[in-house]
């Protein structure tokens, strides 16, 4: 899967990180980052659940 992050929607609220932190990032700065654009299949669910939980729903995967 690729993780695609809409910057424009994104508020860095951290939802994403709580359930995927090897993929997602909140740094010092504020600002969500993506660290893993490509994780491997053992991710798949999670992924599937941080862009059902994104309040703005600013991320998106592409299988």
Sequence with gaps: MKVNVD?????SNAVCMGI????FE???DGFLYV???NPGPEFDE???QA??????GAI???E
């Excluded at 910057?7 to 508020?11: A, G, K, S, Y």
């Excluded at 995927?20 to 993929?23: C, I, L, N, S």
Aim: charged share 30%; with cysteine.
């Design 7 to 11: 910057f424009d929607l994104c508020t």
């Design 20 to 23: 995927a932190p090897e993929v």
């Design 26 to 28: 909140v740094r010092e």
């Design 35 to 37: 660290i893993n654009e």
């Design 46 to 48: 999670r992924l599937r």
């Design 51 to 56: 862009v059902q939980g994104c309040p703005n």
């Design 60 to 62: 998106s995967i592409e």
